[in-house]
């Protein structure tokens, strides 16, 4: 079931963050050259309205906290090491690879886990292989039919499938139906690409 946020808690949760990075410049604190923050929708929002030309970046332990919480027993263990591997890789391609290669271990292992089946297409998606993508984020999305993340997934995959209204109408369905869910800025600003 969705959380609904009211219009004014939102309002007010995001002016007490921008408030809070608002006097530490007024304290002489300058853009820094990289934010990490923990994914935080508010928080991220915040850092783009006062740090614009900041790079962003998500916090590795809680990425690797949100990752593990989420994997099947079985996995997690692989999915700890080659999620480190990934992180430290050389290259970005580097460690692309590393996380096909290690995601697709664990779609051996937990085969029929939808949250396993979500993380393999994104990754498919991620290495150019849209069609791959789609049918595996399909399956995730008829599973999960509640998550807005898996489902802004198979979103993203449809439209490299050149499936754009079908993905335009999962994302208005998501946008309207859930709020504060990670990955909701991306899936509105490809919603706002697709002319929804």
Known sequence: MATKVLPS???FKRFEERVILGEMTSRGFTTP???ATDGNPGVMRAVEDVFPQALRQRCQKHKMSN??????KEAAELLKNEIHKAFHADTYEAGLRTAREGIERAHLLAPDDPRVIDTYGLVQLRSGHADTAARALRRA???????PQVQAHLAQALVRQGETAEAREILQRILTEHEGFPG???ARSLLRELGG
Do not use: F, H, Y
């Open 9 to 11: 808690q939102r309002l």
């Open 184 to 186: 909701q800025a991306e």
């Open 67 to 72: 990752i593990l919480g989420k994997a099947p």
């Open 141 to 147: 999305a008829s599973a999960m039919p509640d998550s």
């Open 33 to 35: 050259l990289r934010v």
